[in-house]
Every structure is written in C-alpha cells, then in structure tokens.
C-alpha cells in the first residue's frame, strides 16, 4: 500500500532524526516528543525495524550491544532521493 504524502513526511522526519542522534531512539523520541514506545511503534511502521523478533527483544542489554537498532544504511535508503 502506497504511503500518503503525510506518512511519507513523517518516514523523512523520523529517518533524518534518527540519523542525527545516532540511531539512539531516546534520544530521537525526544527530540521528535514521542515516548519511546510510540517512536519503536512508528520505527516498526516505516520499516525501520523488520520483524517481530526483533521488535519483542528490546532489553536494555539488547539496546547496550546496538541489537534492535535500525541500521544506518536502512536510514540512507529511507532518506536517498526518490523515495
């Protein structure tokens, strides 16, 4: 299903956020005054977390390590011209 103008805006805010912080998501969810949860809510939305295996570890050791994290390069794809 195509993304609306306003889902596509909202993919591009997230994507450059994310890649301002470093891909650190509370810092991110901060930044964009989200909690957390809604920001990991909206990351598994857009793609940026692929599945649910992923999405259900979310331990702080898991966050130590970068597991769960979204990828720089699936960011640069999110945000390269065209999309």
Known sequence: ???T???ALERSVIARTMAAVGNNRS???RHLGLSR??????????????????????ST???RSGEGKPRNQDVEKLTAPGR
């Open 37 to 58: 949860s809604c920001l990991f809510d909206r990351l598994k939305k857009h793609g940026f977390i692929a599945n649910a295996r992923e999405a259900s570890n979310c």
């Open 61 to 63: 050791a898991a966050q």
């Open 1 to 3: 299903m195509p993304f």
């Open 5 to 7: 103008q306003v889902e």
């Open 27 to 29: 810092q991110a969810a």
